[in-house]
Nanobody, 115 residues
Framework: QVQLVESGGGLVQPGGSLRLSCAASGSIFSIYAMEWYRQVPGKSRELVATITSGGTTMYANSVKGRFTISRDNAKSTVYLQMNSLKPEDTAVYYC?????????WGQGTQVTVSS
C-alpha cells in the first residue's frame, strides 16, 4: 500500500512557474514508476510525465521542454517543475505510483494559470 500526498498547486500568471511535490509513504518508494496526470472537468485524465524507477523520463508532447519530472528516493518524493505555464495547463494534477499490477493515486492539487 502506498499513500501519496500532492502539494504545490495554486494560481499563477501565464509564463510563470510552479513546482508540484508528491510525498509517498507506506512502501519502498524507489521501486515504483511515478507519474503526473492532469484532468479538467469533462475530460479524461491525461498523462503528463513519467519517471521510471531507473530514472528514465517521458513527457506528453504538450509539456515537453516546459515541464521536468524528478524524484528524490531518499525523501520518497517526486516533483514536477512547471515553467512557461499556459492557461491550457489549468487542471487538477494527480500523482500516480505504479509497479506491476499495483497502482495508487494521490488526492490531486489544483493548478490555475490565469492573469
Amino acid at each position: 500500500q502506498v499513500q501519496l500526498v500532492e502539494s504545490g498547486g495554486g494560481l499563477v500568471q501565464p509564463g510563470g512557474s510552479l513546482r508540484l511535490s508528491c510525498a509517498a509513504s507506506g512502501s519502498i518508494f524507489s521501486i515504483y514508476a511515478m507519474e503526473w496526470y492532469r484532468q479538467v472537468p469533462g475530460k479524461s485524465r491525461e498523462l503528463v510525465a513519467t519517471i521510471t524507477s531507473g530514472g528514465t523520463t517521458m513527457y506528453a508532447n504538450s509539456v515537453k521542454g516546459r515541464f521536468t519530472i524528478s524524484r528524490d528516493n531518499a525523501k520518497s518524493t517526486v516533483y514536477l517543475q512547471m515553467n512557461s505555464l499556459k492557461p491550457e495547463d489549468t487542471a487538477v494534477y494527480y500523482c500516480h505510483a505504479q509497479r506491476g499490477g499495483f497502482a495508487y493515486w494521490g488526492q490531486g492539487t489544483q493548478v490555475t494559470v490565469s492573469s
